[in-house]
């Protein structure tokens, strides 16, 4: 299931990266006859003014645990994305580390460049889908990398319908998406029978932090944390 921006006759969804959107994009594709693909993880800047009117639909996830998730799933590939080889110095740095670099990009000019230099100048249809623009508006900024790629995906969409992953498929069986009772028996089923999809194994998310790392999450990620009502450790890291 790709990572894309999903546009049916009565939503907008947008796909924040690693945040429950492959679950999410599934069940729309396979319950809604009017939903259909647009683009792969585009902000809400890309959404055709023909559909701006619509209600937005997203996820977010707590910021330590997206982390911990990134960095298991880019160390696992056997050609990692730039922004992993850069932040780990091409994999000579752990979790600690890495991580670290990853939420300080926002004060790291001369890591800032090294991705500007790499990051086209235009959207492509794979990984983060950021262009050279994206990674320039982080510098000075003020945010950590999750709120950063939060705040422009949802950005200029009004009050989008932010669902918490943790809690995500509760959630939905609480939400009318469709607009006839066939598709809304179709989401039922497809939420009652479907397992999580693209589950990462790891351990739980707060045995990978120290005191500082923490706390450096807690400053950078903050505007995410608070809106959502997130704590370190208020999930199982699964």
Not at 7 to 14: E, R
Not at 127 to 140: D, F, M, V
Not at 151 to 157: I, N, S
Not at 160 to 171: A, D, G, K, T, Y
Request: overall charge neutral.
């Amino acid at each position: 299931m790709q990572k894309v921006m999903i546009i049916s006759d009565s939503l907008v969804c947008l796909h924040l990266h690693k945040s429950g959107g492959t679950f999410l994009n599934a069940l729309l594709m396979k319950c809604l006859r009017s939903a259909r693909r647009v683009g792969y993880h585009l902000p809400y800047s890309e959404v055709p003014a023909a559909f701006r009117g619509l209600p937005v639909l997203g996820t977010v996830r707590n910021p330590w645990d997206y982390y911990v998730s990134w960095y298991h799933f880019q160390q696992g590939q056997e050609n990692p994305n730039p922004l992993f080889r850069i932040c780990s110095e091409d994999g000579a740095l752990g979790f600690e580390g890495t991580v670290r670099n990853l939420v300080g990009l926002v004060d790291d000019d001369a890591r800032i460049d090294r991705l500007a230099a790499i990051f086209p100048d235009h959207f492509v249809n794979h990984g983060l889908n950021l262009r050279r623009q994206c990674i320039e508006s982080l510098r000075g900024s003020g945010k950590g990398f999750y709120t950063f790629l939060h705040d422009r995906l949802y950005a200029g969409a009004e009050a989008p319908q932010v669902l918490r992953m943790e809690s995500l498929r509760e959630q939905l069986y609480g939400l009318t998406l469709g607009g006839t009772i066939v598709e809304q028996a179709r989401m039922k089923a497809f939420l009652d029978t479907t397992p999580r999809l693209n589950v990462s194994e790891r351990g739980r998310y707060g045995d990978y932090y120290s005191p500082e790392l923490r706390d450096l999450v807690a400053c950078r990620d903050r505007p995410v944390i608070e809106t959502y009502g997130y704590s370190f450790q208020d999930t199982d890291g699964k």
